[in-house]
Structures are given as structure tokens and as C-alpha cells.
């Protein structure tokens, strides 16, 4: 199995700044793209960045320069810098990981989900 456990959430005064991590452990041969979503109270998940095995980076719209996605193969942790918050940002933050199990197995996994909040 494989356990995501997302960190770094919590409430921060607009124009702050938060540093998100996902940390993936147990069966895993490497890790393939990675992804932020994030779900605020009545409104559907949506995508906020994702960054492929190679590095290559994708970003929402509504984040775009103020966001940035990273990962650390070595330790199988990605990372969401959010800066230049809003309050519009405050949502729960989810990763989403695609997980090698075996080479040729591969699965999608969903962290606990942390919650962003950013006041005005």
C-alpha cells in the first residue's frame, strides 16, 4: 500500500505565504506525475498544478506566477510554494500522486487532504 501525508497547512493573513508538502511512502518504484488540487466548501475539486517525472510544470490559470510546484524524487515529496495568497485561495489542498507499485503497475493515490486558509 501507499500512504500520502500532506503538511504545511494553515491560516495566514492575505499576501502571506505557505509552503504545502506530500510525502509518499510504502510500495513504491517512482512516483509519475504529480498534482495539487484544491476543493473550497460547495464548490467542486479543481486542478491546481501538476509536474511530471521529467519536471515539466503546469499551473491553473488563477495561480499562475503565484504558485509553484516542485518535487524531490530522492525523498518522494512534492510541494506547493503558495505565495502572494488571496483569500479566494482558502480551500482544502489535495495531492494527487501516480504511483509506479512494480514497473509495470501503476496507481493513483489521493492525500488526507489540508486545509488553506487565508484571511482578508
Known amino acids: 500500500q501507499v500512504q500520502l501525508v500532506e503538511s504545511g497547512g494553515g491560516l495566514v493573513q492575505a499576501g502571506g505565504s505557505l509552503r504545502l508538502s506530500c510525502a509518499a511512502s510504502?510500495?513504491?518504484?517512482?512516483?509519475?506525475?504529480m498534482a495539487w488540487y484544491r476543493q473550497a466548501p460547495g464548490k467542486q475539486r479543481e486542478l491546481v498544478a501538476t509536474?511530471?517525472?521529467?519536471?515539466?510544470?503546469r499551473y491553473a490559470g488563477f495561480v499562475k506566477g503565484r504558485f509553484t510546484i516542485s518535487r524531490d524524487n530522492a525523498k518522494n515529496t512534492l510541494y506547493l510554494q503558495m505565495n502572494s495568497l488571496k483569500p479566494e485561495d482558502t480551500s482544502i489542498y489535495y495531492c494527487?500522486?501516480?504511483?509506479?507499485?512494480?514497473?509495470?503497475?501503476?496507481?493513483?493515490?489521493w492525500g488526507q487532504g489540508i486545509q488553506v486558509t487565508v484571511s482578508s
Open positions: 494527487n500522486v501516480q504511483v509506479f507499485r512494480t514497473q509495470a503497475t501503476m496507481n493513483e493515490y
Open positions: 510504502g510500495r513504491i518504484v517512482s512516483l509519475n506525475t
Open positions: 509536474i511530471t517525472s521529467g519536471g515539466a510544470t
